[in-house]
């Protein structure tokens, strides 16, 4: 049986690593079974600490901890409702989970 020789390209040991930091960032954030559950809740709309803590089986602190990141990287925001300001109500920030989107597929997505 003969076969056919293959074309080898040359190596191309000039290689420049590229700049993986954004997603990398993105997908730290939201590898935490915790904050991603919490993007999923907040899809339905606005929740308070102690809701989501209910649908997680978590305390309402470690929810709180990862709210505080989320809203560090923009993906969420906080406001007060003039009916009840007691309670602190979280919501995703659209844009920025959209943007978040965005650094993820730019690293998953195939060349053209």
Known sequence: MV?????VPELRLAL??????????VALLVADRNRAMIL????????????????????????????????????????????????VYYERDEAACTAALAQLQSLLEPTR
Do not use: W
Request: glycine content about 4%; hydrophobic content about 40%; overall charge neutral.
């Open 40 to 87: 999923a809740i907040l899809r339905d709309g606005p929740h308070c600490v102690c809701e989501m803590a209910a649908a997680l089986d978590e305390r309402p602190n470690n929810v709180s901890n990862h709210l505080a990141r989320l809203r560090e990287a923009g993906l969420v925001r906080a406001t007060r409702q003039a009916v009840d300001t007691r309670r």
């Open 16 to 25: 420049a690593p590229p700049d993986v930091q954004a997603p990398l960032t």
């Open 3 to 7: 076969v056919d020789s293959l074309v």
